[in-house]
C-alpha cells in the first residue's frame, strides 16, 4: 500500500525503488520537511520576485526547485488545445485514449513560447545559471502525454539526461553538463500523485557528479552512466513532481528522475525542455552558479 505525505504541492516517499523500472507506487512518507524546497515566484507591486537565498542553496543541495505559477494558466490552457489537437485523442472521450503515452516534439507557436519566456522564470535562470550565461527558450518540448491506462508505459525507468552527441552519434554526459544548464519540467495540467508525476530522487545529482569526474572532458557514453547512477542513489528520498497548470520545476542536469504510469482521471501534459547554457559552465569559476557549484563536486581540479 502507497503512503505518501503531504507537504502543500509535494508528495514524498522514501526512496526505495529499485533500479530501472522501479515500483513507483511503493514508499514510505519521509518527514524531512521537503517543502521547504518550493520555490515561488511572483509579481508583488508590479515586481517580479525571484528565488531567495534559501531556495538557492536548497537548489545546489537537493537538486530542484519548484516555481508556483511561473506562467499564467489562460496561457497553459491555450498551449493544451494545441496539444490535444496533435495527440489525435478527443479531450472529451476518454474511448480514444488508447496508448499510456503519447509523445509530441516542441512547439514554438505563440502561447508556448509566451509560457516559456516569462519574467519570473528568466529571473529564476539567472538566480541558477547566472545573467547572460543561458540561451532563451524558443518553444517548449518534447511533451509526453500521459494517459490513465492500466497498461506499462514501457519509459518509466530511473535515468538521467543526456546532454550532447558524441563522434558516432551516441548520447553522452560529460562532467560539465556539456550543452545543458538545468532540466526543466513545465506543468500543463494539475498532477496530484496519481497522475502519473515524475519521480525525482533528491539530492541524486551529488551522487552523480563523481561517477563522471574520471571521463574528463569526453564523458561518458549516456546508457552505462544511467545503469550506476541508477545504483548508487537508490538510498534517496523520492520526491513526487506533482502541481497545478503553471508551475515549472527546474532541476539539476545530473538529477535522477523517472517517469510513472498514470493511475489517475485526466491526461498529464508536461513539457521538458534543457535549458542550454551560453558557452561552457564552469564549476571553478572565480564566482560560480549555484548550477556550477554543484557541478564542482565531480569536475576535476585546475
Not at 516555481?67 to 493544451?80: M, Q, S, T
Not at 550506476?228 to 513526487?240: I, K, Q
Request: net charge negative; aromatic share 8%; with cysteine.
Amino acid at each position: 500500500m502507497t503512503t505518501r505525505r503531504p507537504y502543500g504541492d509535494w508528495w514524498v516517499g522514501q526512496g526505495n525503488a529499485q533500479p530501472g523500472r522501479g515500483d513507483s507506487r511503493s514508499g514510505r512518507g519521509d518527514s524531512r520537511g521537503l517543502a521547504l524546497l518550493v520555490g515561488t515566484a511572483y509579481r508583488k507591486g508590479g515586481l517580479v520576485v525571484s528565488l531567495s537565498a534559501e531556495e538557492t542553496e536548497r537548489f545546489v543541495e537537493d537538486g530542484f526547485v519548484k516555481l508556483a505559477g511561473a506562467f499564467p494558466a489562460d496561457v497553459g490552457e491555450r498551449c493544451v488545445r494545441e496539444l490535444w489537437a496533435a495527440t489525435g485523442c478527443s479531450r472529451d472521450d476518454p474511448a480514444t485514449w488508447t496508448e499510456p503515452v503519447v509523445r509530441l516534439g516542441g512547439f514554438s507557436t505563440p502561447p508556448f513560447r509566451e509560457a516559456a519566456t516569462t519574467p519570473s522564470l528568466h529571473a529564476a535562470f539567472d538566480a541558477l545559471v547566472g545573467e547572460g550565461s543561458w540561451a532563451p527558450l524558443g518553444g517548449l518540448g518534447t511533451f509526453p502525454v500521459r494517459f490513465p491506462s492500466d497498461q506499462e508505459p514501457g519509459d518509466d525507468g530511473w535515468h538521467v539526461e543526456a546532454s550532447y552527441a558524441g563522434e558516432r552519434g551516441e548520447p553522452r554526459v560529460n562532467h560539465r553538463s556539456r550543452n545543458r544548464a538545468l532540466l526543466l519540467l513545465f506543468l500543463f495540467s494539475d498532477i496530484g500523485p496519481d497522475d502519473a508525476p515524475t519521480r525525482i530522487r533528491a539530492g541524486s545529482h551529488r551522487d552523480v557528479a563523481p561517477l563522471l569526474a574520471p571521463a574528463g572532458e569526453d564523458g561518458r557514453e549516456w546508457m552505462s552512466l544511467c545503469a550506476e547512477a541508477v545504483r548508487v542513489s537508490e538510498h534517496r528520498p523520492v520526491v513526487y513532481a506533482t502541481g497545478t497548470v503553471g508551475d515549472v520545476y527546474l532541476c539539476h542536469p545530473f538529477l535522477v528522475h523517472a517517469a510513472q504510469q498514470h493511475h489517475g482521471r485526466t491526461p498529464r501534459f508536461m513539457a521538458q525542455p534543457p535549458l542550454h547554457p551560453v558557452g561552457s559552465l564552469d564549476p571553478h569559476a572565480q564566482h560560480p552558479s549555484p548550477v556550477e557549484r554543484a557541478l564542482a563536486v565531480a569536475s576535476p581540479g585546475r
